[in-house]
């Protein structure tokens, strides 16, 4: 049984490329691990790791996991961007969390029974429930979250690592996604869906803000946050949300 | 110029380890910002004389923003030059019995080592972070340098302060945005703290806060009742914008210990310096470090030498640094300010001196001095290759000589 930092180093080994962008949050608070099996599924959509395509998965709960599980069979490297927190009780969180540590949790002994190369593509897992619920309800906590443009790497990044296409894994959209695929498509990389068939390549439409004075200023101001009190723009809200890769 | 300090490296074969250890135990759940990896390699080795020339001058500050605010308090009219939110300036009359007594006041302070000296650039008044940052990152890291050890500790000192104002055992609140794992980070820090001295911790977004007879309730679904103590770190300016913004009048002049009261928002504004003249308050320590500031409605549009500072920005996002921002990030500030220029403050530019390491790498370095009621509370160090600490900078410990190795110092 690990702990929470032997957890993550299995998420996030030191020596694999991409790993420094896995999020600890959910690794924090890690519960006993219990003796159960994670299902993981098999990819009818992917048959072995492309070097050049790098893979959003973006799917509810911890489906995230099971597949970026299955992804790393066929040589990929899961890299959990979870950046929801768990609230004070599992009832009065917005955004349920439990079965996303859960299976980050078993998930590691699986991880370590896996031969993944350093080099090998990400791919990345989102939550597509992380704007799901109704906002503010009384008494409830808030734990619903965004992903931002620095969560991942850049689109120069990515290029200078090879990678010429990114994937998204999802059976939704979502704008906050969007905002960072415009980004990539727009520097030169192919962006394709997969809601479980095969593949397609889609042209992102602009996404809401892009580029304003209000986006621009939310990211500078406000939403590029951390631990030294970064805050002045506008508090992420579940109706501000658009629809539409493709 | 010789400011006591240097850079140390982290032992390369220990930086990996390091890097899990303050991940966890100093609760860094942003170690990685886009492309940089915001842990730092390095660490500041600091000499007593610094450490003790930079605790005094925080202190004194400390003591004449708590003036300034009381003053500025009796004052109101002052205030409304300060750039701040309608709804906030509508609430202030409800300062005029605050008593700072009866609240814990938290502030940083952040220095820079310039060509000609010390200086600061502002200081964080609201909702300052780096808490975990300044506390547990020099105690994870000193195990790597010898003769070194971390200098004090802001979260034992916020504790300490509230077993003087709050009752054994009480329920403490700590108030933030609870979308966002970077604050909760924070939240989680102090609260553990607070736990494991007997406190029951209380994880809340503003909305679960509710006032009653001027006092704090808790609204959460299961865990409702009376709350002792407020933790905030949720921006004032930020609470004016909630659905129901008027429940968060009962803040400011509530009879729950706070940290920070809203009081601290009236020197949070960058646009302090434009009215300090006028409030009868002695302050040296500020004017002698603060770079000159004026309206930008005074500035020379084209002056290199000065910046653009937003009222309320923080973590030094939003400034119009020539060289650090774009052109075009420039341009887009500039063009907010001829909008609104009662939301702005001009700056002198200070010149950044760089510490350098053994590999010839210069970096650039701002110590955060934390005060608590007054008295400092430790250092909270970030760094960057550019003359700019933004969302960007590498978090870096700060450790102290021991007394006994003082003739080592660098």
């Known amino acids: ?246 | 110029m010789d400011f006591g300090m240097k850079l140390g490296a982290i032992p390369e074969k220990n930086y990996s380890d390091y890097r899990y250890d303050v991940i966890f135990k100093a609760y860094k759940w942003d170690p990685q910002v886009g492309d940089s990896n915001t842990v730092a390699k390095y660490v500041v080795l600091m000499n007593r004389d610094t450490a003790e020339l930079l605790g005094r001058l925080a202190e004194q500050l400390s003591e004449e923003t708590m003036q300034m605010e009381e003053a500025l308090a009796q004052k109101l009219y002052l205030a409304k030059k300060l750039g701040l939110p309608n709804e906030i300036k509508k609430a202030l009359t409800r300062l005029s019995n605050y008593d700072r007594s009866r609240n814990v006041r938290l502030m940083r302070f952040d220095f820079h080592p310039t060509k000609i000296g010390w200086m600061i650039s502002e200081v964080n008044s609201d909702v300052p972070g780096g808490l975990a940052e300044a506390s547990v990152l020099p105690a994870v890291a000193t195990r790597y340098f010898d003769g070194y050890s971390p200098h004090k500790n802001v979260a034992d000192s916020i504790l300490v302060a509230f077993q003087h104002k709050m009752k054994p055992g009480g329920v403490a609140a700590f108030v933030h945005a609870t979308s966002y794992a970077d604050d909760r980070q924070v939240m989680q820090f102090l609260g553990d703290t607070f736990g494991q001295n007997g406190y029951q911790t209380l994880y809340a977004a503003p909305d679960h806060i509710k006032w009653i007879d001027k006092k704090a309730v808790n609204t959460i679904k299961g865990l409702e009742g009376n709350v002792d103590s407020i933790i905030r770190f949720f921006p004032l300016e930020w609470l004016a914008n909630l659905p129901q913004k008027k429940t968060w009048l009962g803040h400011y002049d509530c009879d729950t210990v706070s940290c920070n009261h809203p009081i601290s928002i009236l020197t949070q504004s960058k646009r302090l310096p434009l009215i300090w003249d006028e409030l009868d308050v002695d302050i040296p320590t500020w004017k002698a470090l603060l770079p000159p500031t004026v309206d930008p409605k005074h500035m020379h549009r084209q002056a290199d030498d000065w910046i653009l500072k937003p009222a309320l920005g923080r973590v030094g996002e939003g400034i119009s640094i020539k060289g650090a921002a774009s052109e075009n990030e420039c341009k887009l500030i500039e063009k907010a300010v001829r909008k609104r220029p009662q939301n702005w403050v001009a700056q002198q530019m200070f010149h950044s001196q760089p510490l350098t390491t053994e590999n010839g790498e210069d970096y650039h370095l701002c110590i955060g001095v934390f005060t608590v009621d007054g008295k400092s509370a430790g250092f909270y160090g970030r760094m960057n290759p550019y003359p700019h600490i933004d969302a960007r900078a590498k978090d870096i410990p700060v450790l102290v000589l021991d007394e006994e190795d003082s003739n080592h110092a660098g």
């Open chain 1, 1 to 246: 049984m690990q702990g929470n930092i032997e957890a993550y180093r299995i998420w996030a080994p030191d020596d694999a490329l991409w790993a420094q962008w896995a999020k600890p949050v959910l690794f924090a608070d890690m519960p006993q691990k219990v003796n159960e099996k994670l299902h993981i599924p098999s990819l009818d959509w992917i048959a072995a790791a492309d070097y050049s395509t790098a893979i959003i998965v973006d799917l509810p709960e911890h489906e995230g996991v099971l597949e970026g599980l299955a992804l790393a069979r066929i040589g990929y490297r899961p890299v959990p961007l979870y950046n929801g927190v768990c609230g004070p009780s599992l009832s009065s969180m917005i955004v349920p969390v439990k079965n996303i540590v859960h299976a980050l949790c078993i998930g590691s002994d699986e991880l370590t029974k896996m031969a993944i190369r350093p080099d090998a593509p990400p791919a990345f897992l989102l939550d597509s429930n992380r704007m799901s619920g109704f906002g503010k309800q009384a008494g409830k906590y808030d734990n619903r979250w965004c992903v931002f443009p620095q969560d991942m790497p850049s689109a120069a990044y990515l290029m200078n690592k090879g990678i010429r296409n990114v994937l998204v894994r999802t059976n939704s959209s979502h704008d906050d996604l969007r905002h960072i695929l415009y980004r990539y498509e727009k520097q030169g990389i192919t962006v394709l869906l997969c809601n479980g068939g095969t593949p397609k390549r889609v042209e992102v439409t602009k996404p809401s803000k892009f580029k304003s004075v209000i986006y621009r200023f939310s990211v500078i101001m406000g939403l590029t946050r951390n631990a030294a009190g970064g805050f002045g723009g506008q508090i992420p809200d579940a109706t501000d949300r658009g629809y539409g890769i493709g």
